[in-house]
């Protein structure tokens, strides 16, 4: 373990994980280009080295000081010594520094990863005998957090767009929840139907103002029927007080 892991200090927002020879010239790509526009500060390892070779300490130390890790799992993510010792380092500083980690799953499916299966099988086979452990169960931690899943109807400037808008949430300090690989897909949707829900600190809020005006309004109107229309609701209670308001005159007028 690295003695800065104790003491982070950020550079980077997000520190993206991916196989160049899969991704780099395609969806990797515009991934960057598209955190780029949204000001967010990304270190990207397109370093392409032998099988076999050692992570570098600037690698480990960029690693280190990004908040968030993006992880792009392709189907050739696993061939790559490189890819799966980044992946390690990444679940280290996940479980010491509370490092955000975001799984994206593109052409492949979380049970590949998590199972080890097809290319991520072949590759640990053949792997040295002291790293599979620890490579097998990076894998299986990571596939298991919430993330993304590229399903294939699905247009990919819309998919990318959904995940830097939940990276510069992040970023910013503001609430965002991305659901789990098992919440992603929607219960009551169709085969093939994806749904990401994101709650923004701006739609609590307004739920908070919508219940605070309810409150107002039973004070001072009596009690009042809630209905989930929201437009309805402030109407009917509106209405309800214009009506209390005019039993009360008429009530000192007859008086």
């Known amino acids: 373990m690295s003695p800065s892991l104790s003491t982070p200090t950020y550079e980077y927002d997000v520190f993206v994980s991916f196989r160049g020879a899969d991704t780099r010239t ?10 780029d526009r949204k000001s967010i500060r990304v270190y990207k390892d397109d370093i392409n080295l032998p099988r076999g070779e050692e992570i570098g300490p600037e690698l480990l130390k960029a690693i280190e ?3 968030i890790a993006v992880v792009v799992f392709s189907k050739n993510y696993a061939t790559s010594d490189w890819c799966l010792d980044e992946l390690v380092k990444i679940m280290e500083c996940k479980s010491v520094l509370n490092q955000r980690v975001l799984p994206i799953f593109y052409d492949v499916t979380e049970s590949e990863v998590v199972e080890q299966k097809g290319n991520f099988a072949e ?17 299986t931690e ?10 294939p109807s699905r247009p990919e400037p819309e998919f990318i767009e959904e995940i830097v808008e939940v990276i510069w949430k992040r970023v910013k300090g503001e609430s965002s929840t991305v659901q789990s690989r ?13 749904s990401s829900i994101i709650i923004s600190q701006n739609d609590a809020l307004s739920v908070q103002n919508a219940i605070a005006e309810w409150s107002r309004l039973f004070f001072f109107c009596g009690p009042v029927s809630l209905i989930y229309d929201h437009a309805n609701a402030r109407e009917c ?19």
Do not use: M, Y
């Open 26 to 35: 395609s969806f990797t790509a515009h991934l960057l280009a598209a955190l």
């Open 65 to 67: 000081t990004s908040k």
């Open 123 to 139: 590759s640990l086979s053949n792997g040295p005998e002291e790293k599979v452990e620890s490579w097998t169960a990076a894998l």
């Open 142 to 151: 990571v596939a298991n957090l919430a993330g993304f899943r590229l399903e």
């Open 182 to 194: 098992r919440q992603i897909d929607n219960p009551s949707a169709g085969d093939g139907e994806d």
């Open 237 to 255: 209670s509106v209405s309800r007080c214009v009506r209390s308001s005019k039993t009360l005159k008429s009530h000192k007028s007859e008086v």
